[in-house]
């Protein structure tokens, strides 16, 4: 027999032996025809499931309908199934709503792992990373600095400063994408993020994920279901007219420095040298991924690291004295993270805490495999927990507690960043986490520099840090004021 019949004969008997002796994976007992649904439907579902771990083991399984989820609690697991064993497990599972937000599979966050999509993710990939090795540094200061502006011109008075986030961080995507901007009057800008944040909310919720584990439901009027819908629309509407703006305006002279010009041009080199085609389709949706991945997730993490700030103000000093003495006046740069090791702590103490997308997205096992020794059939969903595993006592010693100074990263802390997964890993890692990390890096040392935040009286509340979380872990909205450093540096 061929080499290759003979492998797989022997895979598979290899597979037969395997499954009757590995044992089965824990997990809480099965409800009659619910199975364990609601263990999902929790409010603060990473919590629920960290918690389900400290019964069950860093592995456990969950049933829902006929899905087999399996939920990876500790950096360990995680890290077996991501990255050694990437190609095992990096599927997405396909399924009626998801089909809907991602037209049809294209987008590259919930497209399952076929040739199209690799593609597709190559292509992105060297889009952003020609784009951000030309212009992001220098993008991010713009923002970091028009941010800066804005809080100037609170004068001291008391804000909730997610909006401002959001829109800083959606011009740092909006300007790599599509050369543009917005300010946070521009109405075009907020419809979009208004309804990028519906999409995801509302495809966050039981009544969406009901339609797919029950396909029945699907005949009956659901108004939640009406409304994806109709965000989807607006949302595909306003991205194409932009797409549609940028071919007219740079007709044959598609600048590579933006992201767009650069898809765009790739699509139709690829178009040539490959059987797999790529068309203005898969660019429209990568847009989609970029501003989607792009702008909740950074916004959240400012928001978190300002409310953890004023839990623990005195944090605040350290940074600002450790920048006064290595940068003596001048903003910092990228690459002067080395020699500011106080600042880059609080960036990991506080992605450590709140991964703010908790539990990744969903990885679907493409063939049969195994993680710490247990038997995952094809198909089985993989939910990789991320804030379990940032909250692992074997790992974090007094996992819970903001300990961004000397206590954890630093000499003798005894944590290390490495140990760190708040961008998931191998096959489906954050396709934007060198983007993420000059952001939290930049944006937090302008921000820390020429601003000391505090609360806006003595009597107000400090921020609940337990969060809301749905894809994207937020904290609860709060009021802050910044107040600018009485000696600017310059
Ligand atoms: C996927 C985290 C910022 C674009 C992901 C995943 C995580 C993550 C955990 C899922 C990985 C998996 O499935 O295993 C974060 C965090 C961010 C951040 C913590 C900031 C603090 C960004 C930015 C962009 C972005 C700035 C875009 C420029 C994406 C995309 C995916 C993704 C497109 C889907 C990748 C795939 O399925 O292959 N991110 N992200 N993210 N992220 Fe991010």
Redesign the pocket.
């Given at each position: 027999a061929p080499p290759a019949v003979k492998r797989s004969l022997l895979q598979s008997l290899c597979g037969l032996l395997h499954r009757p002796s590995s044992p089965s994976i824990p997990g809480p007992p099965c409800r009659f025809l619910i199975g364990n649904m609601t263990e999902l439907m929790q409010d603060h579902l990473p919590i629920h499931l960290t918690d389900l771990a400290k019964r069950y083991g860093n592995i456990y399984r969950l049933k829902c309908g006929n899905t087999t989820m399996v939920v990876l609690s500790s950096g360990d697991v995680i890290r077996e199934a991501?990255v050694k064993k990437w190609s095992d497990f990096a599927g997405?599972s396909v399924s009626y709503t998801a089909d809907i937000v991602s037209g049809g599979g294209r987008t590259?966050?919930?497209?399952d792992y076929t040739e199209e999509w690799k593609a597709h993710?190559r292509l992105?990939h060297s889009a952003?990373q020609r784009c951000c090795k030309q212009s992001l540094h220098d993008v991010i200061e713009r923002q970091a600095l028009q941010l800066r502006k804005v809080l100037i011109n609170y004068q001291g008075g008391a804000v909730d400063l997610s909006e401002d986030f959001t829109v800083a961080?959606s011009n740092v995507?909006t300007t790599?994408v599509f050369g543009k901007e917005y300010d946070k009057s521009c109405s075009e800008l907020q419809q979009l993020h208004s309804c990028l944040n519906e999409i995801v909310a509302l495809w966050g919720s039981a009544w969406i994920s009901a339609l797919d584990t029950f396909p029945l439901l699907r005949k009956f009027p659901n108004p939640v279901f009406s409304r994806l819908l109709r965000e989807v629309t607006r949302r595909d509407e306003i991205i194409r007219k932009h797409l549609n703006q940028y071919k007219v305006q740079s007709q044959d002279n598609k600048s590579t420095d933006v992201i767009t010009g650069s898809l765009l041009e790739g699509v139709s080199k690829h178009r040539k040298d490959h059987d797999v085609v790529l068309t203005d389709v898969h660019v429209h949706m990568a847009t989609v991924?970029?501003l989607i991945?792009?702008t909740e997730?950074?916004a959240a993490?400012l928001n978190w690291t300002v409310a953890f700030l004023l839990h623990r103000p005195e944090i605040q000093t350290k940074v600002y004295e450790e920048l006064c003495t290595v940068l003596e006046g001048r903003y910092p740069k990228y690459s002067d993270r080395h020699r500011l090791p106080v600042l880059c702590s609080l960036v990991h103490e506080v992605?450590r805490l709140r991964?703010?997308?908790p539990l990744?997205?969903p990885?679907k096992a493409v063939r049969d495999s195994s993680i710490a020794g247990y038997f995952i059939p094809k198909n089985t969903i993989i939910i990789?927990n991320?804030f379990g595993a940032h909250h692992d006592p074997a790992v974090w010693p007094d996992p819970y507690s903001f300990k961004p100074v000397q206590e954890r990263f630093l000499e003798g802390g005894g944590g290390s960043p490495r140990a760190l997964v708040?961008?998931?890993?191998?096959?489906?890692?954050?396709?934007?986490?060198t983007?993420?990390k000059m952001?939290?890096f930049l944006f937090t040392a302008y921000l820390l520099r020429d601003f000391c935040f505090c609360l806006p009286d003595v009597e107000a509340a400090l921020p609940d840090l337990r969060g809301v979380a749905s894809v994207v872990l937020k904290v609860k909205a709060f009021t802050v004021v910044a107040r600018p450093r009485i000696r600017p540096l310059s």
């Open positions: 991501l997405r590259i966050s919930l497209g993710r992105v952003l961080a995507i790599l991924d970029l991945g792009g997730t950074t993490w992605l991964p703010v997308a990744a997205v990885h990789p991320l708040p961008f998931g890993g191998g096959a489906r890692l954050c396709l934007g986490e983007v993420a952001e939290l």
